[in-house]
């Protein structure tokens, strides 16, 4: 699960638990470790990182992008374009 709006202490945990989750098979995307330090993760340019990372993780069923519009690296107010990369996403492995 990534958030780019929500934290993770103060809303998601808390809202995951008042919902009954099991934490334990949650993930949160956190930073992107480099050569030269830490970076937040931008959906619209680690989306592969992100996949490869899915895939250490046994039974994946759902990934969480919030919000969506953060993993578009166009013109999100152009139909068209969001349109055309959900559809070459939607055909990964992982089905996001």
Do not use: Y
């Not at 990534?2 to 995307?29: I, N, Q």
């Not at 050569?35 to 931008?42: H, L, P, Q, T, Y």
């Amino acid at each position: 699960m990534w958030s780019g709006e929500d934290g993770l202490a103060d809303t998601l945990k808390p809202r995951l638990l008042a919902m009954g989750a099991d934490t334990a098979r949650v993930f949160f995307v956190n930073d992107v470790s480099e050569s030269d330090g830490k970076r937040s993760f931008d959906p619209a340019s680690d989306i592969e990182l992100l996949a490869k990372q899915l895939a250490r993780i046994d039974d994946v069923s759902l990934l969480i992008i919030d919000p969506l519009v953060l993993a578009v690296a166009a013109d999100s107010h152009k139909n068209g374009e969001v349109r055309r990369l959900r559809c070459a996403r939607s055909r990964s492995p992982w089905h996001c």
